[in-house]
């Protein structure tokens, strides 16, 4: 009975609260029923916060996938927090480095049933992004990083593309760092830059009009030599129908007997010879005619080569120009034993997704000790000093300390000369055990993941429609700025086992990679 009456009193006072005072009882009720140790994972659950200042734009992102969270820096620190879901078992979001390449407001999977992933940022083409949706409180998606609905909507505008995008297996916040390795900018490049590129575009542009002019005078040139041949067969034929009168007219005299008939025989001889030495005159005249304008097709032909190497050269003087004002990214591989360079052009990418990274820069690297673990460090330029430049490091994974993977370098000169003296904030330089993952390409920064943590989310998605490639002039053709081609490649990004290294398919410039919907 006193059972039934403190019941009966409990569900009153449960009618006098309402819903809310429900689910508040609900959530004390099941809080309490948690073993201690699950009481405390819960109350370790990551939750959204906001830094206490005013904050800067997004330089970069870091996912924690042992913490379930998320927290963008800017110059200064972190800005933002928020709890995260990523992949499950089986389908594991990759730890690695990545950036942003493509936004949508309201992005709805081609993969996964139409399902509404809004806010989303995507880091790579096989369908690995940021967006908003559900978050249980652990791991539950199929690969992809789950931010709150109205996180990811509020911090949907404040990125760009290009904005770094780091995954971690544990832990990980930049630390200050310095070293002389480290791009060191100089103020008078950075303040000459501007000119530069309006002297190198100009010559550019003339490099161009020259090249073009020179291309239609060589068409022009090998159009009017095409007629040769047939003129020249026309006049071979004339001359030998000249030559077989000639030759009747000298039968026909020789066999004349009267004095009539010698004197006609006579008299068509000569005009015979005079048609066959007129006959051999115009083909003489024409073939000489021919060869001059045969040398005239090669001069122009080879002007016109001379004229699209100049403006090859000009074109890349002045896309090197306009890039030096650009945050440069740098990628060292001890897998590859290579140095990549991308800077973003922000010119549109020719098939409709994202932009089009500049990648006209690889070149072999020096490493010392190169059976050696470097691991995975990622440093960044935070904000000008009055040094050049404040770096901040990032380690993913540990093999020999940042400041001995950097010792153990050499980046050329002539790729320094190229890059260093314009650096700005947002440039960075990553080392790595790991190649480049075949899901870079010209529209992508740089995508490397981890080999030995799981990759499930990365493995499982295959690319559904083949991607245009660029041509290698600077994206500028004299056409529409592209040339394409189309090919399908192995769908299987990553090693068959993800956690054994060294099975990689890896980046390769000469190949085509496919664009992927999800």
């Known amino acids: 009975m006193k059972n039934r009456l403190t019941t009966a009193q409990s569900t009153v006072a449960m009618r006098r609260w309402g819903p809310p005072g429900i689910l508040t009882l609900a959530a004390m009720v099941a809080f309490a029923a948690l073993t201690p140790t699950a009481a405390?994972?819960?109350?370790?659950?990551?939750?959204?916060?906001?830094?206490?200042?005013?904050?800067?734009?997004?330089?970069?992102?870091?996912?924690?996938?042992?913490?379930?969270?998320?927290?963008?820096?800017?110059?200064?620190?972190?800005?933002?927090?928020?709890?995260?879901?990523?992949g499950t078992t089986g389908r594991e979001t990759p730890a690695g480095v990545f950036a942003v390449i493509e936004k949508d407001k309201d992005h709805h999977s081609t993969m996964y049933d139409d399902a509404w992933m809004p806010n989303m940022?995507?880091?790579?083409?096989?369908?690995?992004?940021?967006?908003?949706?559900?978050?249980?409180?652990?791991?539950?998606?199929?690969?992809?990083?789950?931010?709150?609905?109205?996180?990811?909507?509020?911090?949907?505008?404040?990125?760009?593309?290009?904005?770094?995008?780091?995954?971690?297996?544990?832990?990980a916040a930049p630390v200050d760092f310095s070293h002389p390795a480290l791009f060191m900018p100089k103020r008078e490049a950075i303040a000459a830059a501007p000119n530069r590129i309006g002297k190198l575009a100009a010559e550019a542009e003339e490099a161009t009009r020259a090249a073009d002019e020179a291309k239609k005078a060589a068409a022009a040139?090998?159009?009017?030599?095409?007629?040769?041949?047939?003129?020249?067969?026309?006049?071979?034929?004339?001359?030998?129908?000249?030559?077989?009168?000639?030759?009747?007219?000298?039968?026909?005299?020789?066999?004349?007997?009267?004095?009539?008939?010698v004197a006609k025989a006579d008299e068509l001889k000569q005009k015979a010879a005079a048609k066959a030495a007129d006959a051999a005159t115009q083909l003489d005249a024409?073939?000489?005619?021919?060869?001059?304008?045969?040398d005239a097709v090669a001069a122009t032909k080879d002007a016109a080569k001379a004229a699209a190497a100049k403006k090859a050269d000009a074109v890349k003087a002045a896309t090197d120009a306009k890039l030096a004002l650009e945050p440069v990214s740098v990628y060292i591989s001890r897998a590859t034993q290579k140095l990549y360079v991308r800077r973003n052009t922000h010119k549109p990418a020719p098939d409709g997704g994202g932009e089009v990274f500049d990648t006209s820069i690889?070149?072999?690297?020096?490493?010392?000790?190169?059976?050696?673990?470097?691991?995975?460090?990622?440093?960044?330029?935070?904000?000008?000093?009055?040094?050049?430049?404040?770096?901040?490091?990032v380690t993913i994974e540990n093999g020999?300390?940042?400041?001995?993977?950097?010792?153990?370098?050499?980046?050329?000169?002539?790729?320094?000369?190229?890059?260093?003296?314009?650096?700005?904030?947002?440039?960075?330089?990553?080392?790595?055990?790991?190649?480049?993952?075949?899901?870079?390409?010209?529209?992508?920064?740089f995508v490397a993941v981890l080999s030995n943590q799981p990759q499930g989310g990365f493995i499982t998605r295959k690319p559904t429609a083949p991607m245009a490639i660029a041509s290698d002039d600077s994206w500028d053709n004299g056409g529409n700025g592209f040339g394409f081609f189309f090919q399908q490649r192995d769908p299987y990004p990553q090693p068959v086992n993800p956690r054994r290294r060294g099975q990689y398919q890896y980046y390769q410039p000469a190949q085509p990679m496919p664009r992927s919907f999800w």
């Open 40 to 86: 405390a994972k819960q109350a370790r659950q990551p939750v959204e916060a906001v830094a206490p200042r005013e904050a800067g734009e997004p330089i970069m992102a870091i996912v924690s996938i042992r913490s379930q969270q998320v927290t963008f820096y800017d110059a200064d620190g972190w800005i933002l927090r928020a709890p995260v879901s990523t």
């Open 121 to 171: 940022q995507r880091i790579t083409w096989n369908g690995i992004a940021l967006h908003g949706g559900p978050l249980p409180g652990y791991a539950a998606s199929h690969g992809c990083v789950r931010m709150p609905f109205g996180f990811a909507e509020g911090l949907f505008d404040k990125t760009q593309i290009g904005m770094r995008v780091i995954i971690s297996p544990e832990d």
């Open 221 to 261: 040139a090998a159009k009017e030599a095409a007629s040769l041949p047939a003129s020249l067969r026309k006049l071979e034929q004339s001359k030998a129908r000249a030559d077989a009168e000639l030759a009747f007219a000298d039968k026909s005299l020789a066999a004349a007997k009267i004095d009539q008939a």
């Open 286 to 294: 024409a073939k000489a005619a021919a060869h001059s304008k045969r």
């Open 362 to 393: 690889e070149v072999p690297i020096a490493i010392r000790n190169p059976d050696q673990p470097l691991g995975t460090h990622i440093f960044t330029a935070m904000a000008k000093n009055d040094t050049g430049l404040r770096w901040s490091v």
């Open 400 to 445: 020999d300390g940042a400041k001995n993977a950097l010792d153990r370098i050499t980046i050329p000169q002539e790729v320094l000369d190229r890059i260093a003296p314009t650096a700005l904030p947002r440039s960075s330089i990553i080392i790595s055990d790991e190649p480049l993952s075949s899901e870079t390409n010209y529209r992508t920064e």
